[in-house]
């Protein structure tokens, strides 16, 4: 089902009833509701468009005929939705909660943006098909970011919107008694937390407090202070075969639970959200070390899921609704169904082919309440991966509602140093709003002009297409993974260095990328960081040339010399260093950067 007009989410029903409505220059804004004070939000998001996009100066005092009226309307069936009329007589929105009054006024900015004072005659009536629309973005892969980028980001969402944000934690609170495990990384502070949830409030966003507490502990590991909690006492061997140092909380340590406790009565207090994030995914470790007489006593999905109960049971004391990981849990079918619930299962996974009809219909029997958890499919790729990205997303939303999901929690990790800039993202963001929004309308969406018209501003009508187009390069090295990132972590494989049809579509590639950011500079973007977002652009194609070069010269390409690339290395680290801190705080960036001096020594080393 197409939209008529370009929309971030299009909405369910738009109907152009004909012609167009010249907004007149003193217009009267006229409530009938029965708590102004609840309307703030959307009449000051209203206002602002009106005067930005139009230059109109509507107000509240009581002359003349009202331009736009603004009704309570109890036969509106969800909080969410809204009616939005555009007539002769004027503008009309009417909503049944004050969140479906700030979507009404999220449609009308942006009718606003694009059409100014000349507005189309339509009747739009709205409502989302999921309750919880999210974005969980990841701040402990190294980059966290200044509360700036967080305001700004918050923003943009709430007006695509998304209603719930989470900021995924391992050991980026500033936890008063545990400096040591933070003090490099530029935490998030309460106070800071605590600003961010009222900034979020305000735009019927919800912050969920969010803190792993089960896998994922290997930050704090590194501190002898901790290490008698963990699993495993040195480094073990991953199911792909990656040695990883100690990594999670052992069920069989008493003290594991008394630290969360710990953690939790000073985490949570900052936070107005009911919801708790525990985390408890990829337990990798679970039962190699001091559980391994409880794992083989009782089994090892028995063992994981009495110590989940037991973090549950925490979460329970104060008053919150636990989330948590499913991918541990949906390993063990008949245990499925002794999950509380009261509890929330996250069904994620971030592939094309993410088996989502089956573990959201596992959840779905088993009477456990679940969202579904794609991802943006920005992390470890630099420009991101367009099109698995699009297939992922629209399957989790797909599935989801056919059984039944809560919410669409969508995510935006940062493995192995959090490279890619934050606009890499935004296609992925925007295409999970859409569809968590109103699925049948936007699982076709026209995301480049999407991207320009609300994520870019770009007049030019370059930046979308660009964008789209970049995050499809991972497809010319025809492989699993993702090489021209995948090469700066790991060696060419011995098999892949006489492949020349690997050669070719290296150069593929290098063209390719010349080709896609040649109009970089033509962009004509109205968004205050219009520059920033082409120097992180020109960075990212610099990143992804160097990778095919990188390969190219473990093949054998006697045109690269080891002392240029080591020179371009160089520079890339040095502008990495720059772009980050635009957006970002300095802490967790040299673990960033170290990653690609590591990448350096192959250009040294004989």
């Known amino acids: 089902m197409s939209c008529p007009l370009t929309l971030l989410p299009c909405p369910q029903h738009l109907e152009l009833t004909g012609g167009t409505v010249s907004l007149p220059e003193m217009g009267r804004i006229a409530l009938r509701v029965p708590h102004e004070a609840d309307l703030e939000p959307a009449i000051r998001r209203i206002q602002a468009a009106l005067e930005q996009h139009a230059g109109l100066r509507w107000t509240r005092e009581d002359r003349g005929a009202a331009a736009l009226t603004i009704t309570w309307d109890e036969r509106i069936p969800s909080d969410q939705g809204y009616r939005l009329v555009v007539m002769d007589g ?11 009054m700030f979507y009404a006024a999220a449609t009308l900015a942006q009718l606003l943006q694009i059409h100014g004072r000349a507005l189309p005659a339509l009747v739009i009536d709205d409502w989302p098909d999921f309750p919880v629309r999210g974005v969980m973005l990841d701040i402990s892969r190294d980059k966290v970011p200044t509360m700036d980028t967080l305001y700004a980001l918050v923003d943009k969402l709430a007006g695509w919107k998304i209603n719930q944000f989470q900021l995924y934690t391992e050991h980026t609170f500033a936890y008063r008694d545990h400096r040591e495990v933070w003090e490099h990384a530029s935490p998030m502070t309460a106070e800071q937390i605590r600003a961010l949830d009222a900034y979020c409030r305000e735009r019927f966003v919800e912050l969920v407090p969010n803190q792993n507490s089960f896998g994922h502990m290997h930050r704090w590991f590194e501190h002898e202070r901790y290490r008698f909690m963990a699993e495993t006492d040195g480094p073990f061997r991953a199911p792909w075969g990656e040695m990883l140092p100690p ?128 991802g943006t499919s920005s992390w470890s790729s630099l420009s991101g991966r367009t099109d698995n990205c ?217």
Not at 254 to 281: H, I, M, Q
Not at 351 to 361: I, Q, S
Not at 566 to 580: F, K, N, S, Y
Not at 589 to 599: C, G, H
Request: charged share 25%.
């Open 390 to 606: 699009i297939a992922n997303i629209r399957s989790a939303a797909a599935h989801g509602l056919d059984n039944g999901a809560r919410g669409l929690l969508n995510t935006d990790w940062g493995d192995h140093g959090h490279w890619q800039p934050l606009p890499v993202s935004y296609l992925g963001y925007a295409f999970g709003a859409a569809v968590s929004w109103a699925y049948a309308t936007n699982t076709d969406l026209d995301l480049p002009l999407v991207l320009d018209t609300f994520a870019f501003e770009d007049q030019a009508r370059i930046m979308g297409r660009l964008v789209y187009d970049l995050g499809n390069i991972y497809q010319y090295p025809a492989r699993p993974g993702n090489l021209l990132f995948d090469i700066y972590r790991v060696p060419l494989k011995p098999e892949l260095r006489a492949d020349e049809g690997l050669r070719a579509r290296l150069h593929e590639a290098l063209a390719a990328i010349d080709a896609i950011v040649a109009p970089l500079d033509r962009a004509r973007m109205a968004v205050p960081d219009a520059d920033l977002i082409r120097r992180e652009y020109a960075h990212v194609a610099q990143m992804l040339r160097h990778g095919a070069k990188r390969a190219l010269l473990q093949m054998g390409d006697g045109r690269l010399s080891r002392q240029d690339m080591a020179a371009e290395l160089d520079a890339i680290m040095h502008e990495h260093r720059a772009v980050w801190l635009a957006r970002n705080r300095p802490g967790g960036l040299d673990d960033s950067t170290a990653r690609m001096e590591r990448a350096r020594q192959l250009y040294t080393s004989e």
């Open 90 to 100: 004027g503008i009309e929105i009417a909503a049944s909660g004050a969140p479906g």
């Open 247 to 374: 990594f999670s909380l052992s069920p069989a340590v008493p003290e594991s639970l008394t630290f969360l406790a710990g953690l939790y009565a000073e985490l949570l207090p900052n936070f107005t959200s009911k919801l708790f994030n525990v985390g408890c995914d990829e337990t990798f470790d679970l039962g190699l070390g001091r559980s391994q007489a409880l794992v083989q006593a009782r089994g090892k999905g028995r063992v994981y899921l009495d110590f989940l109960l037991s973090i549950y049971r925490l979460v329970q004391e104060h008053g919150r609704t636990m989330q948590f990981w499913g991918d541990i849990i949906n390993q063990y079918p008949d245990l499925v169904p002794e999950v509380p619930k009261d509890a929330i299962a996250l069904e994620w996974g971030y592939e094309a082919d993410h088996d989502f009809e089956g573990k959201a219909r596992l959840f779905a029997e088993s009477g456990v309440p679940f969202y579904v958890c794609p």
